[in-house]
């Protein structure tokens, strides 16, 4: 993890403003923090000191359950916030976060800013209707996964997931995820690698045809 200091610190300030979600001087707290690719943001287990929000790059949330096995439950992209439950449940300990690709935040420290934040109008109704559009996609997944066919929610998952063009979720991951069989999974990627969408490299796969895979995603997002 890197801490942007000086000039470049003062870059990203300037060209992702945050502002305006904010009724007092937030960049007196602000940090910027720059997360790589499988770099854990919290880890699982430990209490976020800070109040994260995206300006570029993806990342994953996971729970380990009691069995010990971990499930991937959600993600988190650009103008998302991470670590918004801690700020508001003293008693709530988050899930494992981790960058999907390179992933640049803004970061306000909560011991530092918690009592402004609270008392901001502004902010928590900003943050009240992330709140309420999170849980909305939530329970879209749930219903999408009843609706439609393992290709449009695969085709969603890999756009997702993908890093410049490069996909490398591990399989059983997926399989977990969408509430698939292995069997079917595979027989899925293969039909998209025979139509040409992806090319099989080595342990991953490349995008090679971006349209069809977006195509297929319309019909979740006007669902």
């Keep these: 993890m890197e801490i942007y200091k000086g000039e470049k610190k003062r870059q990203q300030m300037g060209r992702h403003s945050i502002s305006h979600l904010f009724s007092f001087p937030v960049e007196e707290f602000m940090e910027v923090h720059e997360y790589q690719r499988d770099e854990w943001m919290i880890r699982e287990g430990t209490r976020t000191e800070f109040l994260f929000y995206v300006i570029e790059g993806k990342a994953k949330i996971y729970v380990t359950h009691q ?113 698939v069989s292995y069997r079917h999974l595979l027989y899925v990627m293969t039909q998209f690698c025979d139509k040409g969408y992806l090319q099989k490299e080595g342990r991953y796969f490349r995008i090679k045809q971006y349209d069809f895979l977006y195509k297929l995603t319309e019909m979740l997002k006007n669902k």
């Design 67 to 179: 069995n010990g096995k971990v499930s991937l439950i959600n993600f988190i992209n650009a103008n998302d916030y991470i670590g918004e439950m801690e700020l508001l449940h003293e008693v709530y300990y988050t899930k494992g976060v981790q960058a999907s690709t390179k992933t640049i935040c803004f970061a306000l420290p909560i011991h530092r800013c918690r009592k402004q934040l609270m008392e901001d109008a502004k902010f928590l109704r900003e943050l009240t209707k992330f709140l309420s559009i999170k849980a909305t996609l939530m329970a879209a997944k749930y219903s999408q996964s009843l609706a439609f066919p393992l290709e449009h929610r695969l085709a969603d998952f890999i756009l997702q997931t993908a890093d410049e063009g490069v996909y490398k979720e591990k399989h059983v991951t997926v399989c977990d995820y969408l509430g």
